[in-house]
């Protein structure tokens, strides 16, 4: 009789002990975050002496103030219309790829498609420097047409095009996968109803690849969201500039007034905590796919 | 009938024109011309550029220490992360695979840090360290360790320490999904054989779960290679590379010839430097792994 009982409480000695380390993990994971929260709701002057976790008075009004007198309206704004449109115009570009290399006749696809997983592969430290002299020659970084929208929506676009470039591959590799698993005679019987290539691709194969094209737009959402480095090197004005930029620039601004700062940079990471909760399993899984190549 | 064929199949190529014109502009071009650049003196702007052979590369390994010290510490926040980092999260990915309660939850929170930008990470911790008011001297100041307060990210013997901890922290959660999957996708009926013949956990680790787990940490050690010796965002919004270059990497130093003394050439010389070691040593660890698996 002794020894079930031995094993008992070893067993339950390695199970508290085990959550205990995986609880401390977690709160070192939490605290920081916390935080910056509690942090920007205290004031200038207390910021510095209350050091406890939750304020005796909460200042929201520091989100106001940095919303409308830190620029964090625009900049949020900003993220949000990159986000959006680079994500919408990767979901297109690589869907309509991926169906072509997955289902339609064309010599050559397998190279192209290989090109692109190549290319996902190997780390090229230094692009950003030719990027920046190949925006340049094109003529996104100084446009001069004479209207002031115009040269905006240039040097938008300027930062727009080499996002969506770097999800191709990502999208067309998942998003082919997705397409060869596809049942052929759906396709066929949608074909002999008189549906064109185009309809097919819009009408059949679009919707059944909605858990890949999920995950895709969750990958691509993040990597623009956070995106800093083309930021910091093309956008210069401020009424263009997304979150992550304009954290720095505020930053270097106003270097010691840290509620408001931690107030932007709740406002620019609310909503990727969010889309994250919301959406931790499609993230999950996609790293798990993503680890099969 | 011939000819509508060929249109046919022209017509097919427009499903992948625009990702393919896309993909030759912004990543094809760069990505030769990072390589044509670096044998250039060019200072982005003027049309004339100097063609100067290898002379960017010659200065880079003769005549530029601070490249190389950026080099060092790029390799020794990678080391920490390798170590302290995969080590962390090979643990907790253990702890979780033993089947308990509450797993899912610890997965979500461990994985907030890795969805947040390295902009926002860093500025949190860059005043958590301050020396004035931030979090860590107070908390030293109540336990009783307050002796060994200080300005962290000011100070040449704790600032890369520092960076590579806030490194760590938004990067362990992962590792730890990535080394989750691989230990849960292990056929749990080897785990029972191997006890049923009597091994113990050590045995059952070292016997079963390493070996099937070695693509799993090839992998993982790879790409913690490459975002590591890559790291630069958390470095801006920590220590800028301060202090007195303590903190200097390798991206951050090729910034500095672009913007600061305008050297692209020269920059793109430090980029094919450092992405032809990091190619190098990721097929080398492949070929490692090709080999281990095999014996």
Not at chain 1, 152 to 158: H, N
């Amino acid at each position: 009789m002794e020894k079930p009982v031995y094993y008992k409480t070893k067993k339950a000695l390695a199970n508290i002990l085990t959550h205990s380390f995986l609880l401390i993990v977690a709160a070192a994971c939490v605290l920081p975050l916390l935080w910056m929260v509690s942090s920007s709701l205290k004031t200038q002057a207390t910021v510095f002496s209350d050091m406890s976790l939750i304020p005796k008075v909460f200042h929201w009004e520091n989100y106001y103030v940095a919303w409308t007198k830190g620029g964090f309206d625009k900049y949020f704004f900003n993220s949000l219309s990159y986000t959006v449109v680079v994500v919408v115009g990767i979901v297109f570009i690589t869907s309509l790829a991926a169906y072509g290399i997955s289902r339609l006749k064309m010599p050559g696809k397998n190279i192209i498609f290989f090109l692109f997983l190549a290319a996902m592969m190997i780390p090229i430290p230094g692009g950003f420097i030719a990027l920046y002299a190949l925006l340049n020659k094109l003529g996104f970084l100084n446009p001069n047409t004479g209207y002031a929208f115009l040269d905006d929506l240039i040097r938008r676009l300027g930062y727009i095009l080499p996002l969506v470039n770097q999800g191709l591959a990502l999208g067309i590799y998942l998003l082919k996968i997705s397409f060869d698993n596809m049942p052929s005679d759906l396709e066929d019987s949608a074909s002999i109803d008189g549906c064109s290539k185009l309809g097919i691709y819009w009408h059949i194969a679009l919707p059944l690849a909605k858990p890949a094209i999920a995950i895709v737009i969750i990958f691509n959402a993040l990597n623009v969201w956070n995106e800093y480095i083309l930021a910091m090197l093309i956008l210069q004005d401020k009424s263009l500039m997304p979150l992550q930029r304009g954290l720095m620039v505020f930053q270097g601004a106003h270097i010691t007034q840290y509620p408001l700062l931690m107030s932007g940079i709740t406002i620019a990471t609310i909503p990727i905590i969010l889309v994250y909760v919301f959406m931790q399993r499609q993230i999950i899984s996609g790293i798990t796919a993503g680890m099969a190549r | 009938m011939q000819k509508i064929r060929v249109r046919d199949i022209t017509g097919n190529y427009l499903y992948v024109l625009p990702a393919v014109i896309l993909f030759l502009t912004f990543h094809i071009y760069p990505f030769i011309n990072v390589f044509r650049l670096s044998l250039f003196r060019w200072d982005g702007l003027s049309p004339v550029m100097q063609f100067v052979g290898l002379a960017n590369f010659r200065d880079i390994f003769t005549a530029s220490p601070e490249w190389w010290f950026s080099m060092w510490h790029a390799f020794y926040i990678t080391m920490f992360t390798l170590i302290f980092q995969n080590g962390l999260a090979l643990i907790l990915a253990l702890a979780c695979d033993r089947a308990i309660r509450s797993a899912n939850i610890y997965r979500i929170i461990f994985f907030i840090p890795p969805v947040l930008s390295g902009i926002v990470v860093g500025l949190i911790w860059q005043w958590i360290y301050d020396g004035n008011y931030g979090l860590l001297n107070y908390w030293l100041e109540k336990i009783g360790f307050g002796y060994l307060s200080r300005t962290w990210l000011e100070d040449p013997r704790t600032a890369l320490t520092c960076v590579a901890i806030v490194h760590m922290w938004k990067g362990f959660g992962w590792g730890f999904i990535i080394l989750l999957a691989g230990l849960q996708s292990i056929p749990r009926q080897l785990y029972e054989a191997a006890r049923v013949d009597g091994a113990g956990a050590w045995d059952i680790f070292r016997k079963v779960t390493v070996p099937l787990m070695v693509p799993v940490f090839v992998l993982v050690i790879i790409l913690t290679i490459l975002n590591t010796m890559q790291i630069y965002d958390i470095i801006l919004a920590t220590s800028h590379g301060g202090p007195a270059g303590h903190t200097e990497v390798p991206i951050t130093m090729i910034l500095h010839s672009m913007r600061d003394y305008r050297e692209f050439g020269y920059a793109c010389a430090q980029g094919v430097v450092i992405g032809v070691m990091l190619l190098i040593v990721s097929f080398a660890l492949i070929r490692v792994s090709k080999g281990v698996r095999q014996e």
